[in-house]
């Protein structure tokens, strides 16, 4: 929502990460996603809104879903890099607890991790030479940006 963007940005927030998850709308409906937050052309516009408000945009982005295609993550990544080429981008692979996983079977499909490391690959092949690993999980667009997961640096110590 455009008020709340705003009430970020003058509020000093500088940084925002969005947990897009994936712009395939089969997958947010198995996710219980699409109702609450929207479809993926309805994603895809607000975060291309919001892209030049705030010094660094991340989209959080998950892979290794069940029922996720190679087509389906290459549209993601095509998306991310071509469409909206926000700052920064985190790609985490499905993980689960035991709890959890019967859950996500029920609701999504059975899990597997045959395909997660060549999902990781086309993941680094894709988003290469455009942005640069800062973490496993984490790529940036630009030398600044800043990893979620600060482990050192003198502005947030």
């Known amino acids: 929502r455009p008020e709340v963007v705003s009430?970020?940005?003058q509020s000093g927030v500088n940084r925002l990460s969005v947990g897009?998850?994936?712009f395939d709308d089969r997958l947010l409906a198995e996710m219980g996603r699409l109702q609450?937050?929207?479809s993926s052309a309805f994603?895809?516009?607000r975060l291309a809104e919001t892209r030049e408000v705030f010094d660094t945009l991340n989209?959080?982005?998950?892979f290794n879903l069940p029922h996720q295609s190679p087509n389906s993550l290459e549209n993601d990544l095509r998306i991310l890099n071509e469409d909206l080429a926000l700052d920064q981008l985190s790609f985490y692979p499905l993980m689960t607890t035991?709890?959890?996983r019967e859950n996500i079977a029920r609701d999504m499909g059975p899990v597997s991790q045959r395909h997660e490391r060549r999902a990781y690959e086309t993941i680094l092949r894709a988003l290469s030479p455009d942005y640069r690993p800062t973490s496993a999980?984490?790529?940036s667009r630009?030398?600044?940006a800043i990893d979620e997961y600060i482990i050192d640096c003198d502005g947030y110590c």
């Open 7 to 9: 009430l970020l940005k």
């Open 20 to 22: 897009v998850q994936s």
């Open 36 to 38: 609450p937050y929207g």
């Open 43 to 45: 994603i895809k516009a």
């Open 59 to 62: 989209a959080d982005m998950m």
């Open 98 to 100: 035991p709890g959890t």
């Open 137 to 139: 999980w984490c790529f």
């Open 142 to 144: 630009t030398s600044g």
